[in-house]
């Protein structure tokens, strides 16, 4: 089983950036591909970003390209969330999740199985 902590969610102003944290225990001996989601009260879970186990490949939702940044550092079991020029439409909860890499990266968020608990972003504007 895995588990995460994400960290690194905090206020800030329109226009700034943040780096998110989404360290990965348990299971990590398993190929995972990693996912960015975010979610505000009334609405359904959106994907922002995911990454495969190497890093070889990345996906983002095209609200958040050019913006948002995901990485990984595997030795570390950390999976990174960069986001730079913050818009207010971007506040949310923001969670990790991992799938099996054997299926390869999705936007679904009912393919990853596996959750963190959310930090919060808020973008004052």
């Known amino acids: 089983q895995l588990q995460f902590v994400e960290s690194g969610g905090e206020l800030v102003q329109a226009g700034g950036s943040l780096r998110l944290s989404c360290a990965a225990s348990g299971r990590t001996n398993r190929s995972y591909v990693m996912g960015w989601f975010r979610q505000v009260p009334g609405k359904e879970r959106e994907f922002v970003a995911a990454?495969?186990?190497?890093?070889?490949?990345?996906n983002y939702a095209d609200s958040v390209k050019g913006r948002f940044t995901i990485s990984r550092d595997n030795a570390k079991t950390t999976v990174y969330l960069q986001m730079y020029s913050l818009k207010p439409e971007d506040t949310a909860v923001y969670y990790c999740?991992?799938?099996?890499?054997?299926?390869?990266?999705?936007?679904?968020?009912?393919?990853?199985?596996?959750w963190g608990q959310g930090t919060q972003v808020t973008v004052s504007s």
């Open positions: 990454i495969t186990w190497v890093g070889d490949s990345t």
């Open positions: 999740a991992a799938r099996s890499a054997y299926w390869g990266i999705s936007k679904s968020k009912d393919d990853f199985p596996s």
